[in-house]
């Protein structure tokens, strides 16, 4: 199969999407929280696949692990130019406000908060504590196919899991604490909707109603 793919044997190439492209998918989409995102990071990583496909080697029986070392270079290539971006319209007047619908995306991937909440932590983790949790935990890569896929030895992909896991309970935990403590504030706070007065007052607008 790596010899036919090394080849351009495009039958290969389409066995090799059909079998991956879901899992990168699913890596992407809970990286970004964004659907569509998800498929572009899917496209382009089998772009740069087919482009790269000379520089597969023959290392354990699946392309997997190059497939995701490839997803990664495109996820991080894609977080830079949107940071740049990001700066860039910062430095723009601002017209209108445009409604942000991450948090809708992250609904429809599951529990709303808690993976807001992590995702929040993933993001205030080191990059390469990042990258070795989502593609442990979250794509359930071996040891030795997340050094596969990033390059480097097993025993700095055991070490980094075992902190990024550590960093990142303690920072979702934080987050999420906040986040709930802020819905709290905000329920109680003047206008929310909650009746002021108590009993009496409800009873007087009763009486002067019945007038």
Same mark, same amino acid.
Request: net charge positive; charged share 30%.
């Given at each position: 199969?790596?010899?036919?793919?090394?080849?351009?044997?495009?039958?290969?190439?389409?066995?090799?999407?059909?079998?991956?492209?879901?899992?990168?998918?699913?890596?992407?989409?809970?990286?970004?929280?964004?659907?569509?995102?998800?498929?572009?990071?899917?496209?382009?990583?089998?772009?740069?696949?087919?482009?790269?496909?000379?520089?597969?080697?023959?290392?354990?029986?699946?392309?997997?692990?190059?497939?995701? $070392? %490839?997803?990664?270079?495109?996820? =991080?290539? *894609?977080?830079?130019? &949107? /940071?740049?971006?990001? !700066?860039?319209?910062?430095?723009?007047?601002?017209?209108?406000?445009?409604?942000?619908?991450?948090?809708?995306?992250?609904?429809?991937?599951?529990?709303?908060?808690?993976?807001?909440?992590?995702?929040?932590?993933?993001?205030?983790?080191?990059?390469?504590?990042?990258?070795?949790?989502?593609?442990?935990?979250?794509?359930?890569?071996?040891?030795?196919?997340?050094?596969?896929?990033? $390059? %480097?030895?097993?025993?700095?992909? =055991?070490? *980094?899991?075992?902190? &990024? /896991?550590?960093?990142? !309970?303690?920072?979702?935990?934080?987050?999420?604490?906040?986040?709930?403590?802020?819905?709290?504030?905000?329920?109680?706070?003047?206008?929310?909707?909650?009746?002021?007065?108590?009993?009496?007052?409800?009873?007087?607008?009763?009486?002067?109603?019945?007038?």
């Amino acid at each position: 199969m790596h010899a036919r793919i090394r080849a351009g044997d495009p039958d290969a190439f389409r066995d090799m999407f059909q079998s991956h492209a879901q899992l990168i998918y699913r890596h992407a989409v809970r990286i970004t929280a964004d659907w569509a995102l998800a498929e572009d990071v899917v496209s382009l990583t089998f772009l740069e696949a087919w482009r790269l496909r000379g520089k597969l080697r023959d290392e354990g029986d699946s392309p997997l692990p190059w497939l995701m $070392g %490839i997803a990664t270079n495109v996820l =991080r290539n *894609r977080a830079r130019a &949107a /940071r740049r971006h990001q !700066r860039a319209m910062v430095r723009l007047p601002v017209k209108e406000t445009v409604p942000d619908f991450a948090d809708e995306l992250i609904r429809r991937i599951g529990d709303a908060e808690q993976l807001s909440a992590a995702q929040a932590g993933l993001a205030r983790l080191r990059q390469s504590e990042r990258d070795i949790f989502t593609l442990c935990v979250w794509s359930g890569l071996s040891y030795q196919e997340a050094a596969q896929a990033l $390059g %480097i030895p097993v025993g700095t992909v =055991r070490s *980094r899991l075992a902190r &990024a /896991r550590a960093r990142l !309970r303690k920072l979702a935990e934080e987050e999420l604490k906040k986040r709930q403590a802020d819905r709290r504030k905000s329920e109680l706070a003047p206008g929310s909707g909650q009746v002021q007065g108590g009993r009496s007052e409800g009873t007087r607008s009763s009486e002067e109603r019945n007038r």
